[in-house]
């Protein structure tokens, strides 16, 4: 892997790629799986990690809610890559553009690596803080009524 590694927003040719990565981790239990056209749908939520050699390393959405609350959804990186600071990355990105955006927000994710999260400044807090999370998203989820991910939130007041 090379040291460039370039975060930027997804792109139509990023789909297919962001699907298989995706899918690897619904197969596996960890995420929701999302169909291309999904992917397609909300691509302008999408940041990528590529590099020039590898292409794509990793993915992540932000979603808004409304509000001021978003939610980090779908952060994936290629499993060979686990732990090489390229989700760290995403997130402090998603960060750096709210900061640049927003007055005030609150930034939340659930997890099942809430350590993760708590290194980058999220707290652990209830599910229940999110009803727009659950109605959207939970309901369609097969693990809903055995649901083990975790809550995190960043509260963002920008200097």
């Known amino acids: 892997m090379s040291e460039n590694i370039i975060l930027r927003p997804a792109e139509l040719q990023d789909v297919h790629n962001i ?9 596996q239990g960890v995420l929701l799986n999302r169909s291309e056209e999904d992917i397609t749908h909300y691509l302008a939520n999408f940041t990528v990690a590529a590099d020039e050699n590898s292409g794509l390393l990793g993915c992540m959405a ?20 686990r732990k090489s600071g390229i989700g760290r ?15 005030t927000y609150r930034l939340f994710a659930l997890t099942l690596q809430p350590g993760f ?13 999110f009803p727009e ?21 960043y509260h963002g007041t920008p200097a």
């Open 133 to 153: 999370k659950i109605w959207a998203d939970c309901v369609h989820c097969p693990k809903r009524e055995r649901c083990d991910e975790i809550a995190v939130i």
């Open 62 to 81: 932000v979603r808004d809610f409304g509000n001021d609350l978003l939610e980090v959804r779908s952060l994936a990186i290629r499993p060979d890559l």
């Open 89 to 103: 990355k995403l997130i402090a990105k998603a960060i750096e553009r709210l900061n640049n955006d927003r007055q």
């Open 19 to 27: 699907h298989l990565l995706l899918h690897e981790y619904a197969r």
């Open 117 to 129: 999260f708590e290194r980058l400044g999220f707290e652990v807090v209830e599910k229940e803080l």
